[in-house]
């Protein structure tokens, strides 16, 4: 379970539904806009949440402690994913291929020294 908490409020979901939120605010707020989502909570009325994600909403997600079964929703993140497929922001590389091929050296060359 993950925490997901934001302007709105906290709100406890399952894991994936959180991931699913946070791809989806992060594609949002690269594009620059928001959008309303409706996700399964875990609470005292239980049900759902809405609540906004994308540009300025400062949506983050904290693991929770094990509360019980693990809320899932495959509809929901499903239709998640898709939205910010949609979208279509090209993700930023961290390097260029030769960069990543000498950090890769690098990383295999400190691999020789783990006893």
């Known amino acids: 379970m993950k925490l997901l908490s934001n302007r709105a409020g906290d709100f ?30 875990v609470s005292d009325a239980g049900g759902r949440a809405q609540f906004l994600v994308g540009w300025l909403t400062d949506t983050a997600s904290t693991a929770a402690d094990d509360l019980g079964e693990e809320l899932v929703d495959p509809g929901t993140v499903i239709d998640l994913y898709h939205q910010a497929a949609r979208i279509g922001v090209v993700r930023a590389l961290p390097f260029t291929p030769e960069e990543a091929a000498d950090a890769t050296q690098a990383v295999q060359f400190l691999d020789t020294f783990d006893t």
Do not use: H, W
């Open 12 to 41: 406890l979901t399952g894991t994936e539904i959180a991931d699913a939120v946070l791809q989806y605010d992060l594609a949002l707020a690269r594009a620059r806009t928001v959008d309303l989502v409706d996700i399964p909570v």
